[in-house]
């Protein structure tokens, strides 16, 4: 089985644009790593500048770099 592709503590964008706020063009940090949906990975990540953690698919993951 594919293991997660991100792990804890590492710096993504978060490419989806879901609906409610989010902060343009900023990075989120990997929290948790969730299992998966059946289809994709799942992530808990936080931006900094947010008062809440999100729930992301890998597929709406990239690498910050």
Request: hydrophobic fraction near 30%.
């Amino acid at each position: 089985m594919q293991e997660h592709r991100f792990q804890i503590g590492e710096n993504v964008y978060f490419t989806s644009r879901p609906i409610g706020h989010m902060v343009a063009n900023s990075i989120y940090q990997v929290v948790k790593l969730l299992p998966s949906d059946g289809s994709d990975y799942q992530y808990r990540i936080k931006n900094p500048n947010e008062a809440f953690e999100r729930v992301a698919r890998e597929s709406q993951l990239e690498n910050s770099r």
